[in-house]
Structures are given as structure tokens and as C-alpha cells.
């Protein structure tokens, strides 16, 4: 019904920078929540981000405030994750999620989405 789909993942050295993209198809995301997860290897899958696709509402783990930056282009019907001053311990499998049944507070919880996409992997070296 819905199908995400990320990239833009790599390889970079600390201090850089990288733009993932999430392109969602299927339907229209308009009380949908959109969020971004990763899962470092040997650890639980951990929220990043997300975002109110109707607007209105962001939120941001601790350890990426400030660094990271979500955003969407409606008219590709694409969620953006900007990262800069990237370290390390960003390294992760990235994925972008799907919330369809969004209510006053937005999810930032795995169990509370409904849709994710395959992953992409983001490395960053010393």
C-alpha cells in the first residue's frame, strides 16, 4: 500500500555531511508522521527524527539536535535528513518510517509506525 524507499547513505569522513532521502509512493501522506531511525550494529533500532507531513510539528533525539535537520518536499512526495557535523558514532543502517494513524503527539516510537523502507547504510570515519 505504501512503499518508502531510502538512499543517499555512504561513506564519509567526521565532520562531513550527507542528505538522506526517503521517497514514499502508494498514497498521499496528509495526517501522516514521518520519521527517521537507525540501528547501529549489536543495538536496538533508535529513533532520530521526524516530522508532521502536515506540518506543524518536529522533534529531534538529543544526540542529533543541532546537528541534523529534517525536512520534505511535497511535490516529490520526499522526507530530507540533512546530517552535518557528522561523527562516528552516527555510523548506521538509516531508515525512514511511516505513521499513518498520527494523533495530537507525534511518534518516536518503532511500534508506533507503520511503514518502513529498506535502509541505507551511512559510515563515518575518524
Known amino acids: 500500500q505504501v512503499q518508502l524507499v531510502e538512499s543517499g547513505g555512504g561513506l564519509v569522513q567526521a565532520g562531513g555531511s550527507l542528505r538522506l532521502s526517503c521517497a514514499a509512493s502508494g498514497r498521499t501522506f496528509g495526517s501522516y508522521d514521518m520519521g527517521w531511525f537507525r540501528q547501529a550494529p549489536g543495538k536496538e533500532r533508535e529513533f532520530v527524527s521526524a516530522h508532521r507531513w502536515s506540518g506543524g510539528s518536529t522533534v529531534y533525539s538529543d544526540s542529533v539536535k543541532g546537528r541534523f535537520t529534517i525536512s520534505r518536499d511535497k511535490t516529490k512526495n520526499t522526507v530530507y535528513l540533512q546530517m552535518s557535523s557528522l561523527d562516528p558514532g552516527d555510523t548506521a543502517v538509516y531508515y525512514c518510517?511511516?505513521?499513518?494513524?498520527?494523533?495530537?503527539?507525534?511518534?518516536?516510537?518503532?511500534?508506533?509506525?507503520?511503514?518502513w523502507g529498506q535502509g541505507t547504510r551511512v559510515t563515518v570515519s575518524s
Open positions: 518510517a511511516a505513521d499513518a494513524e498520527a494523533w495530537d503527539i507525534i511518534a518516536t516510537k518503532c511500534a508506533e509506525y507503520d511503514y
